[in-house]
């Protein structure tokens, strides 16, 4: 088994979890490990968090690093990466600038702006470069990369391990975002009658779990009927909102 075995523990261990979605279970717990290490890296020379300061963070992991209790690496993290956008910035600037090839700079950015041109060209320029440091998260790009991983272990031991597929089938199935990577990505996996037999009980599981949730919204809403006032819901009726929520939302 190898190196895959490292990784095949917290694989196995996600379908043992009582969850809405092994693959987010796996996925929440390897953010919050990226949280703490992309803040420990911030505190480290500059050179080692070059990538960081670089590409930044998506909207999602700008907050919730905001969110972490320790201030200082964010600030350190933030300093180093606003540095290097207002740098990048000035250096777009700078260079349309200089390619008027004049000394003056009173007036220069109108006269610039009414050159239709250089204003294109400057415009394509700015929408380049704000277009990739929008899309760009250095965390997303980690999460990406395990999570691929551990879809190629999910299928490794689906493939070799009967118990492992015996416990998937018993798990809540997953949501809707990992079902669907699930599926795209079984193709590169399993062929011909593996794979149907793969997307058939995989979308039994799935649809089984859907039906449930189902139910129990249905259950939670005829609480507030008075004439069921004195009823007492079941624990996964009582839980239905959040399960459902999970189910179609990916996780938190
Ligand atoms: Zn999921
Ligand atoms: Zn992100």
């Not at 200089?98 to 003056?104: P, V």
Request: aromatic share 12%; glycine share 2%.
């Amino acid at each position: 088994m190898g190196d895959e075995k490292i990784y095949m523990i917290p694989v196995n261990d996600a379908f043992s979890v009582d969850c809405e979605c092994a693959f987010c279970y796996l996925e929440n717990n390897f953010e919050k490990q990226c949280l703490e290490i992309v803040l420990g890296e911030s505190v480290m020379e500059v050179d080692s968090r070059v990538e960081t300061n670089k590409k930044g963070f998506c909207p999602r992991h700008f907050h919730m690093l905001l969110e972490q209790k320790n201030k200082l690496p964010y600030g350190l993290m933030l300093e180093t990466h606003i540095y290097e956008i207002k740098t990048n910035f000035e250096r777009i600037l700078s260079s349309h600038f200089m390619s008027l090839n004049t000394q003056k700079r009173e007036g220069f950015l109108s006269r610039f702006l009414n050159n239709k041109a250089l204003r294109e060209n400057l415009l394509n320029d700015l929408l380049a470069f704000f277009k990739t440091i929008n899309s760009q998260c250095v965390i997303c790009e980690r999460i990406n990369a395990r999570m691929k991983n551990y879809f190629d272990v999910f299928f490794f031991m689906w493939k070799t391990k009967k118990d492992f597929q015996q416990k998937v089938l018993n798990s809540k199935g997953f949501c809707l975002y990992h079902f669907y990577d699930l599926l795209k990505i079984s193709q590169n996996h399993l062929h011909s009658t593996d794979l149907d037999q793969f997307v058939e009980k995989i979308c039994k599981i799935e649809l089984d779990a859907i039906s449930q949730i189902y139910k129990n919204i249905c259950e939670f809403n005829k609480q507030f009927d008075y004439r069921n006032a004195n009823n007492i819901p079941a624990h996964e009726v009582r839980n239905s909102l959040i399960n459902a929520t999970e189910k179609l939302g990916k996780y938190k």
